[in-house]
């Protein structure tokens, strides 16, 4: 009897729209809630991480300017080495990738997945890829700083003028 009412009269249909709305009303909010505070953990953790990172790139430049050379050798050649790691990384997953997708070409339900996890292990490995490059450019301007830049832009114009004048 309740469910004819709910099911074949309009005000029956009304009421049990208007609770069903208040109902996922009321869960919607409880999961936004979980999600959000659960989201803002991991960025906190996330930015923490960041900073720690960025903190230690400091303090090994730092340390490597009041010590030997060969401690400054080290440093850009961990960076550049890193570099060329993730850049290696890149090119390889997209051979690996085009192989692939050679071999399974008979399958072209294989297509979408292959391309779809190449490109999420392309696009981590990028933003890998700049953070080291954005690292290696602010320890190479606290190294050099300012002043260094200013005299090297001063040679390229002389140097350009001298080739004008030929």
């Known amino acids: ?6 099911t074949q009269n309009i ?4 009421i049990l729209s208007v609770l069903c709305g208040i109902v996922g009303s009321i869960f919607g ?17 996330k930015y923490l991480v960041r900073v720690g ?3 230690g790139s400091g303090a090994r430049t730092v340390h490597a300017m009041r ?11 961990d960076y550049l080495k890193e570099i060329v790691i993730s850049a290696f ?14 071999l399974l070409r008979d399958y072209w339900i294989a297509s979408p997945f292959i391309i779809g996890i190449t490109g999420v292990l392309c696009g981590v490995e990028f933003k890998r890829l700049r953070e080291f490059i954005l690292i290696y450019r602010q ?6 700083g300012e ?14 003028d001298t080739l004008k004048k030929k």
């Open 1 to 6: 009897m309740l469910v004819d009412f709910f």
């Open 11 to 14: 005000w029956g249909i009304i």
């Open 29 to 45: 909010a409880l999961l936004y809630s979980s999600l959000q505070k659960r989201y803002k953990n991991k960025k906190t953790i």
């Open 53 to 55: 990172k960025y903190f």
């Open 67 to 77: 010590q030997t050379s060969f401690h400054q050798v080290l440093l850009v050649g």
């Open 89 to 102: 990384k890149i090119i390889m997953y997209g051979i690996v990738s085009l192989a692939l997708l050679i």
């Open 139 to 144: 320890m190479f301007e606290y190294v050099y």
């Open 147 to 160: 002043e260094y830049f200013k005299s090297e832009m001063e040679g390229i114009k002389q140097h350009w």
